[in-house]
């Protein structure tokens, strides 16, 4: 099993920046892909950001060149930098890991972007 915590989450402007840190209940080299997924109001779940155990990463098409997901493999943490922010990058933002086929979520972090 995996248990996830993440924090990081609040209101910014439109512009700013923000960091989501997800720890991980166990050593992250050994999940298949830690992920950061999102769900806006009246919205189905979607992928951000994630990261594979051998370093590799993608995006969504939508916060490409704006958000970042990174690792602390010594701190079994994954992190979400985001900047230039944008009011429709509001959500619950959840950390996810995908470790032998089943999924793992944490509790969510509330993002708003709002001036």
Same mark, same amino acid.
């Given at each position: 099993?995996?248990q996830?915590?993440?924090? +990081?989450g609040?209101?910014?402007? #439109? &512009?700013?920046?923000?960091r $989501?840190?997800? =720890?991980?209940?166990r050593?992250?080299?050994?999940i298949?892909?830690? +992920?950061?997924?999102?769900q806006? #109001? &009246?919205?189905q779940?979607? $992928?951000?950001? =994630? ?12 916060v ?6 990174s690792?602390?493999?010594?701190k079994?943490?994954?992190y979400?930098q985001?900047n230039?922010?944008?009011?429709e ?9 995908d470790?032998i ?5 944490g ?7 709002s001036?």
């Amino acid at each position: 099993q995996v248990q996830l915590v993440e924090s +990081g989450g609040g209101l910014v402007q #439109p &512009g700013g920046s923000l960091r $989501l840190s997800c =720890a991980a209940s166990r050593s992250i080299l050994s999940i298949d892909t830690m +992920g950061w997924f999102r769900q806006a #109001p &009246g919205k189905q779940r979607e $992928l951000v950001a =994630a990261i594979a155990s051998g370093g590799s990463t993608n995006y969504a098409d939508s916060v490409k060149g704006r958000f970042t997901i990174s690792r602390d493999i010594a701190k079994n943490t994954v992190y979400l930098q985001m900047n230039s922010l944008k009011p429709e990058d509001t959500a619950l933002y959840y950390c996810n890991a995908d470790y032998i086929i089943r999924n793992y979520w944490g509790q969510g972090t509330q993002v708003t972007v709002s001036s």
